[in-house]
């Protein structure tokens, strides 16, 4: 079955940077796009950026392009979202989801990962 | 602020019809791009509810339906049943943005 892996909870004080990985398995990894998107304590869900796992390319959202970078590891099937110069906003929960190329669906969910920001 | 406009909250009782409409405008939904809705349980990820054309997602039930008209569209839960409480969202995309926009999400309660 598809399965969504991420990375345990994370703490960072503000200014520092956060990676989150996410393991997929179940199905083919370059045949579907891995996008991240987060939820702030008590809010809705915010798209952030997705990458196609053929080839390796990459749209951000535009609040994060300048802070962003999602990467892939073929090899092992894994998408890295790391978030740079973090700020007491940026504590959320993180989660990637496998993405349908046509329709845009995101079909299959990580669990998440808690990133909180705190001096 | 949401590119997409979803009420905050919605409730109905048990066995009755609520629908949850999601407010797009010229660059998403009214461009005719799909509109996905999802649900939230507490503490747990979003899970894929209903895609594209109305097609539901592997083993939601029948009473979860929607609806697409112009910049708008809907999610129609019939025979409502208490464990249907839960934060429901749609999902597009934006041509203006070139991103996927998501609404702000709807509680819904069950009375």
């Known amino acids: 079955q598809v399965q969504l892996v991420q990375s345990g909870a994370a703490v960072r004080k503000p200014g520092a940077s956060v990676e989150v990985s996410c393991k997929a398995s179940g199905y083919d990894f370059t045949n579907y796009y891995i996008h991240w998107v987060r939820q702030g304590p008590g809010q809705g869900l915010e798209w952030m950026g997705r990458i196609n796992p053929r080839g390796g390319s990459t749209t951000y959202a535009q609040k994060f392009h300048l802070r962003v970078t999602i990467t892939t590891d073929t090899s092992t099937g894994t998408v890295f979202m790391e978030l740079s110069n973090v700020g007491p906003t940026d504590t959320a929960v993180y989660f990637c989801?496998?993405?349908?190329?046509?329709?845009?669906?995101?079909?299959?969910w990580g669990q998440g990962t808690q990133v909180t920001v705190s001096s | 602020q949401s590119v997409l406009t979803q009420p905050p909250s919605v409730s109905g009782a048990p066995g009755q019809t609520v629908t949850i409409s999601c407010t797009g405008g010229a660059s998403n939904i009214g461009a005719t791009y799909d509109v996905h809705w999802y649900q939230q349980l507490p503490g747990t990820a979003p899970k894929l509810l209903i895609y594209?054309?109305?097609y539901r997602a592997s083993g939601v039930p029948d009473r979860f339906s929607c609806s697409k008209s112009g910049s708008s569209a809907s999610l129609a839960i019939t025979g409502l049943q208490a464990e249907d409480e839960a934060d429901y969202f749609c999902q597009s995309y934006d041509s203006s943005l070139t991103a996927s926009v998501f609404g702000g999400g709807t509680k819904l309660t069950v009375l």
């Open positions: 989801a496998r993405g349908q190329f046509i329709s845009g669906n995101l079909d299959s």
């Open positions: 594209g054309d109305n």
